[in-house]
C-alpha cells in the first residue's frame, strides 16, 4: 500500500488531464499585464487578459495606490466589522454608487467573494433561486452555500425562465433570478429588460453579475443596467474591480436596506479582512477616469469591433458575441490547445478554453481586446491567426 501522503488520488486524476490534452503550467508574467508582455521569457501579444481598459498598470491608477499606502498603511489590519474599516473603503462605496447611479454599494474582496457572500445572506430556507445554466463559477457556489431552493433555466430561455416562475412561483416567499450580465465564454448580453419585466410580473428578486459588463457596456462602463436604461429595476447588481477597472475587488450595488443588511450578514466582510488601502486608492482613480471621460471606453469597442471584423472576414467562427470578448470557436479540446500552442509559439498569447469550462466540443481560444493594443498590434495578431488557421486546416 503506499503512502496516503502521496496524494496518489490527485496524480490519477492529474494523468486524466495530461491524457485529455488539457493538462497545463501556469504562464509567467515578467512585469505588467499590457498589451504586449513577456511571457516564460518571450515578448508576445497579449490577447488574455480581462484588463480591457488598460488600467492594471496605468501611472494614475499605481499613483492612487502610492498615495494610499502612505497615508493608510499596507493592509486594512481588522475586518471592516471590527477595525478595519477605514475612510478610504467609505470613500470608494459612495464613489461607486455614484458612479453607478445607485443608493449604495457594498465592497468584497473580490467579485467571487461578493457572489458568495451575497446570495446565501439574501436568500433563506423557503426561497427559491433561479440561474442562468452558464452563469458563472461563483454564482454557482454562492446559490450552493444558500439554504434556498434552486432552479436552473436553459441559457437566456424567456420561456423556460417563465414556466419556473409560473410553476413555482406561489410555493415560496422570494424568489431571485440571478443572471451574468455578459457571458463570459461567449460574450452575448443577457436578455435583461425581459427578465426585469418576468420578475415584476410574477414579483420575483433580481441579481445581475455584471463581471463583464463592469467597465465595458452603459455609459462610461457603467454596465448592464446603464446599457438597457433599467436603473431602479434591479435589486442586485454586482460588479467586479478586477477585470476593466484593473485592481482587484467586487462590490455589489442597490439599496440603503441591502447595504445595512450585507455589514450585517455578508460572511466573507464578517469573516476577512478588507481590500488593502492600495486596491481602495487604485480604484477610486479609475473611477474617476470613467466619470471624467468616454474615452477609455470608446477605445476598447473600436478595438474589438476592428478585431472581431478582421478575423470574422478570414473565416473563424467568432460565435454570437456582442461584447469584446471574441471567442474562436475550434471544436475538440485537444485541437483548441494545440491552436493556442501555435499561436503562442508564432507570437500571440492566447488561452484555449475547453470542458469543463465550456461544454464538451465546444472549446475556443477567446480573444480579449483592450483599449490598449494599437491596431499595428491588433494587424499583427490577425496576421497569426491566419497563418495558424491554415496551418492546422481551421481555414480553408
Ligand atoms: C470574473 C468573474 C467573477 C469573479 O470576479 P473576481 O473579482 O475576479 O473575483 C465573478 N463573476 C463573473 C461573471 C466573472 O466573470
Not at 424567456?158 to 414556466?163: A, G, V
Request: aromatic share 8%; proline share 3%; with cysteine.
Amino acid at each position: 500500500m503506499s503512502n496516503i501522503h502521496e496524494l496518489d488520488f490527485l496524480k490519477e486524476k492529474i494523468e486524466d488531464l495530461k491524457k485529455e490534452g488539457v493538462y497545463r503550467k501556469l504562464p509567467v508574467l515578467e512585469g505588467g499585464n499590457d498589451a504586449e508582455v513577456i511571457l516564460n521569457g518571450k515578448k508576445v501579444i497579449n490577447l488574455s487578459s480581462n484588463n480591457y481598459l488598460g488600467f492594471a498598470n496605468h501611472p494614475r491608477l499605481k499613483k492612487g495606490a502610492i498615495e494610499a499606502v502612505e497615508k493608510y498603511g499596507a493592509g486594512a489590519g481588522a475586518v471592516r466589522t471590527i477595525v478595519g474599516n477605514m475612510s478610504i473603503h467609505e470613500e470608494l462605496e459612495k464613489l461607486l454608487a455614484e458612479f453607478k447611479r445607485e443608493e449604495a454599494v457594498f465592497i468584497y474582496q473580490s467579485g467571487f467573494n461578493c457572489n458568495i457572500g451575497t446570495i446565501q445572506a439574501i436568500t433563506e430556507k423557503g426561497d427559491l433561486i433561479i440561474s442562468d445554466e452558464l452563469n458563472h463559477a461563483s454564482i454557482i457556489d454562492g446559490t450552493r452555500l444558500s439554504k434556498a431552493d434552486k432552479a436552473i433555466f436553459r441559457h437566456s430561455d424567456m420561456d423556460h425562465l417563465e414556466q419556473i416562475l409560473k410553476e413555482n412561483r406561489d410555493k415560496y416567499n422570494n424568489v431571485l433570478i440571478i443572471t451574468d450580465g455578459v457571458f463570459s465564454m461567449d460574450g452575448d448580453i443577457a436578455k435583461l429588460p425581459e427578465i426585469v419585466e418576468l420578475a415584476e410580473k410574477y414579483e420575483a428578486l433580481t441579481y445581475v453579475d455584471d463581471a463583464h459588463g463592469s467597465g465595458v457596456l452603459g455609459e462610461s462602463g457603467r454596465g448592464t443596467v446603464d446599457h438597457f436604461g433599467l436603473h431602479g429595476r434591479v435589486d442586485f447588481s454586482i460588479g467586479t474591480l478586477s477585470k476593466a477597472i484593473g485592481v482587484v475587488g467586487g462590490y455589489v450595488a442597490g439599496s440603503k436596506v441591502m447595504y445595512e443588511w450585507l455589514s450585517h450578514r455578508a460572511r466573507p466582510v464578517l469573516f476577512s479582512t478588507t481590500l488593502p488601502p492600495a486596491a481602495a486608492g487604485a480604484i477610486i482613480e479609475a473611477i474617476k477616469m470613467l466619470m471624467e471621460t468616454t474615452e477609455y471606453t470608446d477605445r476598447l469597442w473600436d478595438n474589438a469591433n476592428y478585431f472581431k471584423e478582421k478575423l470574422g472576414k478570414l473565416g473563424f467562427n467568432t460565435g454570437n458575441s456582442e461584447t469584446p470578448i471574441t471567442p474562436v470557436i475550434i471544436g475538440d479540446e485537444a485541437k483548441t490547445m494545440e491552436f493556442s500552442r501555435k499561436l503562442l509559439e508564432k507570437g500571440v498569447f492566447v488561452s484555449g478554453i475547453v470542458f469543463p469550462t465550456v461544454p464538451r466540443g465546444t472549446g475556443r481560444v477567446r480573444c480579449m481586446v483592450t483599449a490598449a493594443h494599437t491596431k499595428e498590434q491588433l494587424d499583427r495578431a490577425v496576421d497569426i491567426f491566419e497563418q495558424v488557421g491554415k496551418e492546422m486546416n481551421i481555414l480553408k
